[in-house]
């Protein structure tokens, strides 16, 4: 489903639980944020159809993070399209073996204790979750840079879900793009609003939690998260929503 102009030229689009964020310069080239899994391969042509963009108008593909439901299209972009992979340098590895992820909880014991995560979980298997192909990124995200890409958003590394994670500011825009350092659904407990994202799936909660004041301090208007809904009301309110949630 494609959500047009969540923010000013960005659009988001989601499937199975997860967001990708399409983020649009005056001259019609494109940033994609985060790859899906791979039923989301047809859902974004669709989506460039419907923007009046072609595929060789995606300039650069820029990973959050790579869990295996931020990579599932990203080896088929570079590898049809020569889109340039953008992820920080302790997400390299975690790129090439997506199934390769630290996490501090036991992720079998989730669907027993939140049996309503199950179709969630479900609906990710079912696009894909168990086939993602790694990929091998080809650009290192640094903290504090602006990329040259279109939207030329500001790269915050903000570790914890994963230890190279980073959110994307676009100042000019009002918009934060969150990925998985701050979510509205979590899809291992089916809990919504804003937190950070179970131990099933997250390396350290405690430094997630410490990372919010890095998000926070960026004062945006508009927060979108990797999974869940677009939070309009402030990253500061955000961050105190997520403080109150705690870790699961």
């Known amino acids: 489903m494609l959500e047009r102009d969540v923010g000013k030229g960005v659009h988001r689009l989601e ?3 997860v967001n990708c964020y399409l983020i649009e310069d ?4 494109l940033t ?6 791979p039923a989301f391969w047809p859902l974004l042509g669709q989506a460039l159809q419907e ?10 593909l820029v990973l959050t993070h790579a869990h295996f439901d931020h990579v599932g299209v990203a080896r088929r972009l570079q590898e049809r399209l020569g889109v340039p992979v953008w992820a920080h340098e302790k997400e390299q590895y975690l790129a090439a073996h997506p199934y390769h992820y630290a996490h501090e909880n036991m992720r079998g014991i989730y669907p027993l204790r939140y049996p309503r995560a199950a179709r969630i979980l479900g609906a990710m298997t079912w696009a894909g979750a168990l086939t993602v192909k ?8 640094e903290d504090g840079a602006t990329l040259d890409v279109p939207g030329r958003p500001r790269v915050i590394l903000s570790p914890g879900h994963t230890y190279g994670h980073c959110a994307l500011h676009l100042p000019d ?9 701050l979510v509205t659904l979590d899809p291992y407990t089916a809990h919504t609003g804003p937190r950070i994202i179970a131990g099933a799936a997250t390396a350290d909660s405690a430094m997630a939690l410490e ?3 890095l998000l926070a301090a960026t004062g945006a ?8 809904e677009p939070w309009l009301e402030g990253i500061g309110s955000a961050v105190v929503a997520a403080r109150a949630a705690g870790p699961s």
Do not use: E, K, N, Q
Request: glycine fraction near 18%; proline fraction near 4%; charge should be negative.
């Open 211 to 213: 990372s919010l004041d």
């Open 221 to 228: 208007g508009t927060v979108l998260p990797g999974h869940g």
């Open 173 to 181: 825009r009002d918009v934060l793009i969150t990925g998985d350092a």
């Open 15 to 17: 499937h199975a639980y």
């Open 51 to 60: 923007l009046g963009r072609r595929p060789g108008d995606v300039a650069a």
């Open 32 to 37: 994609v944020v985060d790859a899906g899994l």
């Open 26 to 29: 005056d001259d019609g080239r």
């Open 134 to 141: 790694g990929v091998s990124a080809t650009r290192s995200l």
